[in-house]
């Protein structure tokens, strides 16, 4: 049985502004719009396993002065992303980039906006011991846990070998890889349900069919095609940052991230890797003019026609995603 949590329900309480309550619904086959989720290479996820790792997500017990958590920097009620465009760490440090929201990253086949890490389980340890986030050392915070007795409990009962670096590993990415969202409008829409979508949203969606060309990089049902592009973000001058070449070395990947997902993208502003776009209006005006000029911008990335008309749809279609 493959298990996975359903936050949709978090999410809508989020946008009523209630008090955001994850309310996580253990799923037993994929939700509505999206294929199974590729099986984790190294962990069989069980209930118990991802209740651990959903309480690890959110315990500072992790950084150096136990002031900061995942959840500090992915809030639940933003998509799991950060509403800073760098996010605090310990002892008043920023991250370098934004925080992208964790939705669907089961499927992902890379991590981090240039893709320098190939698995979500080779991820997670990564911002214990990051300067900037966390500030610790993965044993140091292994010896933190095993100085818990109800984390020494809470191991044993679901791992036979208790708190090792592999388990805390296991029980981080099972959280993250429950964290699914489909069953838009969309989705509906694409089962046969013709009103599943206002007019606005419809007339939105064909713009991002046609003359918007996002589907190009932005597919669904995943709405990204897990590739890196150049869109000209944090480009200053004409010179694009490194991006995707700090990792192949290639000069062709200059300026080149990560598509990310666009489901549940009304929540997780401020947008880009660099968190410089605050609106979706504000993103789609930056498409509209055809990015930031520089030496490899990408072929779709040109400036669109789009009426004013168009750009309302366009941010609908987005906002119901
Ligand atoms: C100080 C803020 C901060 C903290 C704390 C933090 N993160 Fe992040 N997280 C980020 C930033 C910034 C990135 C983007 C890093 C990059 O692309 O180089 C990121 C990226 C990620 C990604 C990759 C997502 C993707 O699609 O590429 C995952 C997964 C993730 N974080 C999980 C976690 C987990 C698990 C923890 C706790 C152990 C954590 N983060 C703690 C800021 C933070
Ligand atoms: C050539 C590929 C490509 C096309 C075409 C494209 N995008 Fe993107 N999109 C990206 C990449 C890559 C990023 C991340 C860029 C960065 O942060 O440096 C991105 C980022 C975004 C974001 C911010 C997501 C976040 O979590 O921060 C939104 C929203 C978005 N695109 C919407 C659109 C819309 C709407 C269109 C059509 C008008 C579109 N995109 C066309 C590749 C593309």
């Known amino acids: 049985m493959r298990i996975v949590a359903f936050v949709l329900s978090c999410f809508a309480a989020a946008v009523a502004a209630q008090p955001p309550v994850p ?9 509505r719009g999206l294929p199974a989720m590729p099986e984790s290479p190294t962990t069989a996820p069980t209930a118990a396993m991802f209740a651990l790792g959903q309480r690890l997500f959110a315990d500072p017990i992790l950084s150096v002065d136990r002031t ?45 906006w240039d893709g320098r890490t190939p698995t ?30 109800d984390y020494a409990a809470a191991f044993a009962a679901v791992f036979a070998d208790g708190i090792t670096e592999r388990n805390l590993a296991a029980a981080l990415a099972t959280f993250v890889r429950g964290i699914v969202v489909a069953d838009a409008p969309v989705d509906r829409l694409h089962k046969g349900d013709p009103s599943a979508l206002t007019v606005e949203q419809r007339a939105g969606l064909w713009v991002f069919e046609s003359k918007g060309a996002c589907w190009r990089c932005h597919s669904a049902p995943l709405f990204t095609d897990d590739r890196f592009h150049a869109t000209g973000v944090g ?52 498409y509209a003019r055809g990015g930031n000029a520089h030496g490899n911008l990408d072929p779709a990335i040109k400036p669109l026609e789009l009426t004013e008309a168009d750009k309302r749809n366009l941010v609908a279609f987005l906002e119901s995603l």
């Open 120 to 149: 979500l389980e080779a991820f997670v340890l990564q911002p214990i011991a990051d300067p900037d986030e966390m500030g610790h050392t993965v044993p140091n915070a292994l010896t933190a846990l095993r100085g818990d007795r």
């Open 235 to 286: 480009v200053v001058g004409g010179e694009a940052l490194p991006g995707r070449s700090a990792v192949t070395g290639d000069p062709a990947d200059r300026g080149r991230f990560k598509t990310p997902t666009l489901r549940a993208i009304k929540l997780s502003s401020p947008y880009m890797h660099d968190g410089s776009l605050r609106t979706l209006a504000d993103v789609v005006e930056f």
């Open 68 to 112: 900061v958590s995942c959840q500090s920097c992915h809030l639940p009620e933003h998509a799991f992303a950060s509403p800073e465009p760098r996010p605090q760490g310990v002892q008043g440090r920023r991250a370098k980039t934004h925080a992208p929201a964790l939705i669907n990253r089961g499927y992902g086949t890379t991590m981090r």
């Open 23 to 31: 309310a996580f619904e253990l799923l037993t086959k994929p939700p």
